[in-house]
């Protein structure tokens, strides 16, 4: 019923911005963790931030804070991921993913979440 489509990838050189998004459809929660992940090939799958909507609090990895900033809109249908200082690091499959409030995860564990998008790749050059 829930469905994620993701956009605006694609392969950018170092320092350069991207904005991400999130095309959403059928909210089967009320409150939820709503986010981003990243995966590399043959590595595991890493959050890279997601906001909680109960409290419209946001958590962001580490690797990305300061040039990250997630955000969704009035309507709720569209969740964004500006990225700018890109870094050749950041390369990586981005997966929108969406998942319930009430698992006892952390905000980075896969397990909380449901709902996946296919992905949209990113590609960052030196």
């Known amino acids: 019923q829930v469905q994620l489509v993701e956009s605006g990838g694609g392969s950018v050189q170092t320092g350069e911005s991207l904005r991400l998004s999130c095309a959403a459809s059928?909210?089967?929660?009320?409150?939820?963790?709503m986010g981003w992940f990243r995966q590399r090939p043959g590595e595991e799958r890493e959050g890279v931030a997601v906001i909680y909507t109960g409290g419209r609090a946001k958590y962001y990895a580490d690797s990305v804070k300061g040039r990250f900033t997630i955000s969704q809109d009035n309507a709720k249908n569209t969740l964004y991921l500006q990225m700018n200082s890109l870094k050749p690091e950041d390369t990586a499959m981005y997966y929108c993913?969406?998942?319930?409030?009430?698992?006892?995860?952390?905000?980075?564990?896969?397990?909380?979440?449901?709902?996946w998008g296919q992905g949209t790749q990113v590609t960052v050059s030196p």
């Open positions: 993913a969406m998942g319930p409030a009430y698992y006892g995860y952390r905000w980075s564990d896969m397990r909380r979440y449901n709902y």
């Open positions: 059928g909210y089967p929660y009320t409150t939820y963790y």
